[in-house]
């Protein structure tokens, strides 16, 4: 199957009692059995496994190209059932610029449980072959990154650990599995905080793995079942119901981020643009290689470099939303400094780039002149142009 028609098809079936095409909520938390031991169908108990939830775990596997899928209660409870895969005095090599709930998870958590996380850019992959030790078992990507948007080349790093006992995982949450495919290039695990495009409505709070073979894919679920992080059936419903429009959504996304990168580069206030479609941006030649288009998510900073036209301009905008999260239908706005990315300490926003007069972009499906005029009506409130 082709992708527009994997995720309407992609491992799904009719509920075979009543022929239902769509999925059926199972709000059940155990299911009867004939004699002890012996369940009436597959299901036994819906912390081990639910039908909505399989269906769309097995939505999750299709449309990634993977052999397991699995849902859980939020990306953070999807990247938790990764790490437990360690064990102490294991290490971690991860890329310096990510979502800032990963990097409390890792430091703030899983450091005192004797985990190593070093973080490092991953712009040159030489890099990370000096940090790798005999130690080293995960190297954790986002690409593109959250919230400056650089790129890792996928397929370049797994090819440096491959053969090396390291397992490479991807969070592929900002380009989706329409735009990119890392299992593909060589990844062993994907992560998606499903909350955002693969739901694509902001209704929703939930994560998914996806693993390339099934023997990973049955550890990680030996977690997933003995931590208890799943998600249940009726937001599995939702996710599942939001994959079906993902192409259109994510074609739409793409269409309107880069009219709004484009126009963002070209505007006075405006000093630097991060979105992997520019081809000002020196990693498009990457950008083009191992993704199909360039998704909705961008940042930028002004010339003045001021914090408090940042937020001026924030509280102007009408189209935009200034919210948390992204991958909704509508146009988000967000501060990193004092949102998304708060739990990272200023001294390390700062060597990132994590500017106090960044602001990131989620761009939604609306009209994309309605866009553009918000966007300028915003610039206009603050500057005289």
């Not at 022929?19 to 004939?34: D, E, I, R, W």
């Not at 009219?259 to 000002?280: I, M, Q, R, T, W």
Request: hydrophobic share 40%; proline share 4%.
């Amino acid at each position: 199957m082709k992708f527009n028609t994997k995720v309407i098809h992609g491992n799904q079936h009719h509920e075979p009692t009543t022929g239902s095409v769509n999925v059926p909520v199972f709000l059940t938390s155990t299911f009867a059995q004939s004699s002890p031991g012996k369940p009436i169908g597959e299901y036994e108990y819906s912390r081990a496994a639910n039908p909505t939830r399989q269906a769309l775990e097995d939505s999750l596997a299709s449309i990634e190209n993977g052999a397991r899928g699995l849902a859980f209660g939020s990306g953070l409870a999807a990247i938790d059932c990764v790490l437990k895969l360690l064990s102490p005095g294991d290490e971690v090599i991860a890329v310096d610029d990510l979502y800032g709930g990963t990097y409390r998870l890792f430091v703030r958590l899983f450091e005192k449980y004797q985990l190593k996380f070093t973080f490092i850019n991953f712009d040159d992959v030489s890099k990370i072959e000096n940090q790798i030790t005999k130690n080293t078992k995960l190297i954790w990507i986002e690409t593109p990154t959250n919230p400056l948007m650089k790129l890792v080349d996928i397929k370049a790093v797994c090819d440096l650990v491959k053969g090396k006992n390291i397992l490479v995982a991807v969070d592929n949450t900002f380009a989706t599995p329409y735009l990119q495919k890392p299992l593909d290039l060589g990844a062993d695990i994907v992560m998606h905080s499903a909350t955002k495009y693969l739901g694509g409505h902001s209704d929703v709070i939930a994560g998914a793995l996806i693993a390339k073979d099934e023997k990973l894919g049955e550890e990680l679920h030996f977690i997933q079942f003995a931590s208890g992080g799943i998600l249940g059936p009726h937001d599995s419903y939702l996710v599942l119901r939001g994959i079906k429009t993902l192409a259109l959504r994510v074609q739409r996304h793409s269409e309107n981020g880069q009219k709004v990168a484009e126009f963002l580069e070209n505007h006075s206030a405006v000093d630097k643009v991060f979105y992997p479609g520019l081809k000002s941006n020196p990693q498009f030649e990457l950008a083009k290689k191992q993704m199909s288009d360039f998704g909705g998510m961008l940042s930028f900073t002004f010339k003045s470099g001021k914090k408090e036209d940042a937020i001026k301009f924030l509280e102007n905008l009408k189209v935009f939303t200034l919210a948390e999260s992204l991958g909704g239908v509508e146009s988000l706005a967000n501060y990193p400094a004092m949102m998304t990315h708060a739990s990272i300490p200023a001294e390390k926003r700062a060597e990132l780039g994590i500017t106090d007069d960044l602001v990131r972009l989620s761009v939604g499906i609306e009209d994309a002149e309605d866009l553009l005029q918000d966007l300028d009506n915003a610039f206009k409130s603050i500057f005289t142009i």
